[in-house]
């Protein structure tokens, strides 16, 4: 167990919808990521936040959007749904230590879209 | 555009016997990281490489960094069934940290007895 809470841990739904994702970091981690698994285009960086306030962004699709709220845990936002956006959502959060920074994954959110 | 290639993408292996997993990057970067994937579940980090000539061991599994070739390996010694899964390897091309580490597409490893 990473310490990384991801909910739901399945979702089905429709294109043209729009769902939420949730992440609750580990205790202490200051940093969220969102990472998107899918099997054409592998492990592709989203977002990251750091303490509320978006730090990087990566590959992330404008009817997508994230937060990171006070008490640290992010949510992710999809809408507009299409069936392309079927995929394994991951989080992630980091601990900077003397071996460098280190993510640690939570378990993921498998996304179908019909 | 920071491109990471891993090889090869699917391997079958005896258990027993010794092999590399080749990483690939095309950008400058001194930060390599290595994770395994079980299926259906999360990734979990292995190895994070800061330096050239970075060399970490850990059980069966040995990685390595040379960043003037721009490859890191991953070497298995006497495989066992228990290391089948995919591993990948990630670079991170800002230099700050893992924020925006770029992912191969993994090496799916089977080790059969």
């Known amino acids: 167990d990473s310490g990384v809470t991801q909910t739901p841990k399945h979702l089905i739904t429709a294109t043209g919808q729009r769902v939420t994702l949730r992440c609750s970091p580990r205790s202490g981690d200051l940093s969220v990521y969102w990472y998107q698994q899918s099997l054409d285009q592998g492990l592709q960086f989203l977002i990251q936040?750091?303490?509320?306030?978006?730090?990087a962004k990566g590959n992330i699709l404008e009817r997508f959007s994230a937060q990171q709220f006070p008490d640290l845990h992010s949510e992710l936002n999809l809408s507009s749904l299409e069936l392309g956006d079927s995929a394994l959502y991951f989080c992630?959060?980091?601990?900077?230590?003397?071996?460098?920074?280190?993510?640690?994954f939570g378990s993921g959110t498998q996304l179908s879209v019909l | 555009e920071l491109k990471v290639e891993q090889n090869p993408l699917f391997l079958s292996m005896q258990e027993g016997k010794n092999y590399t997993i080749y990483c690939n990057y095309s950008?400058?970067?001194?930060?390599l990281y290595w994770y395994r994937q079980d299926p259906g579940k999360s990734l979990e980090s292995l190895f994070v490489l800061l330096s050239n000539g970075a060399v970490k061991q850990e059980g069966r599994l040995m990685a390595s960094l040379d960043t003037k070739a721009r490859l890191s390996t991953l070497h298995i010694t006497a495989a066992v069934h228990d290391l089948s899964a995919t591993y990948f390897c990630a670079v991170d091309m800002t230099g700050g940290g893992a924020d925006g580490l770029t992912f191969g597409k993994g090496t799916h490893l089977i080790i059969q007895p």
């Open positions: 936040y750091y303490n509320g306030e978006e730090r």
């Open positions: 950008t400058t970067s001194d930060r």
């Open positions: 992630a959060s980091s601990v900077v230590g003397l071996q460098g920074e280190k993510l640690f």
